[in-house]
Structure formats: structure tokens, C-alpha cells
Nanobody, 119 residues
Framework: QVQLVESGGGSVQPGDSLRLSCAVSGRTLDSDVMGWFRQAPGKEREFLGHIIWRFSTTVYANSVKGRFTISRDNVQNTVYLQLNRLTPEDTAVYFC????????????WGRGTQVSVSS
């Protein structure tokens, strides 16, 4: 059974940084894409970026490019999302998800981790 478990969220102040983790079990990711998303209260889910596991190639949404960074640890089967210069607008539940490289739809999702930014 494939499981994705996010961690690392919390309550921080504007300007702070956080690193989120997404640990993957039950699946070999060599032919997969790992994506990060977020959903703020009352808003639709937003794509943040993804990493093509085999090549460690990343793509980011324009809204977070330059502030957020995705990386992965092949040994730990974990993907990370580094969040820098956080603002209250970044408050949301952050999710990771996985899909095969040649498919568009993400197949398995984590339960999310809450990030709250306020002064």
C-alpha cells in the first residue's frame, strides 16, 4: 500500500522559513513525479511545483518561484519543500502527491500538514 506522510508544518512569523517533508512508502519512485500543493481556507487547491524523481528536475508555479524549493532524498524516499520568506498568504494545508511520469493525474495523496503564518 502506497502511503505519503507530510510533516514539518507549524506556526511561524512572516519572513520565517520552514521545510516540509513527504515520506513515501510502498512505492518505487524512479518513474514518478512528486508534486506539492496547498489549499487555503475557502480557496481551491493550488499547484506549487513538482520534481521528476529520476532526473531531480523541478518545475514551480509562478506564485512561489524563487521562494520555494523542492528537493528529494533518494535513500530516504522523501521529498522536501523548502518554504522561505513566508507571508500570511502562505497559510494553508500543504499536500504532497505522486503520479507516474507519463500521466497527468496524481494518484496518491498525503493527508497534508498545516502551515500558519501570522505575526
Amino acid at each position: 500500500q502506497v502511503q505519503l506522510v507530510e510533516s514539518g508544518g507549524g506556526s511561524v512569523q512572516p519572513g520565517d522559513s520552514l521545510r516540509l517533508s513527504c515520506a513515501v512508502s510502498g512505492r518505487t519512485l524512479d518513474s514518478d513525479v512528486m508534486g506539492w500543493f496547498r489549499q487555503a481556507p475557502g480557496k481551491e487547491r493550488e499547484f506549487l511545483g513538482h520534481i521528476i524523481w529520476r532526473f531531480s528536475t523541478t518545475v514551480y508555479a509562478n506564485s512561489v518561484k524563487g521562494r520555494f524549493t523542492i528537493s528529494r532524498d533518494n535513500v530516504q524516499n522523501t521529498v522536501y519543500l523548502q518554504l522561505n520568506r513566508l507571508t500570511p498568504e502562505d497559510t494553508a494545508v500543504y499536500f504532497c502527491a505522486v503520479r507516474p511520469l507519463l500521466k497527468v493525474k496524481y494518484e496518491v495523496w498525503g493527508r497534508g500538514t498545516q502551515v500558519s503564518v501570522s505575526s
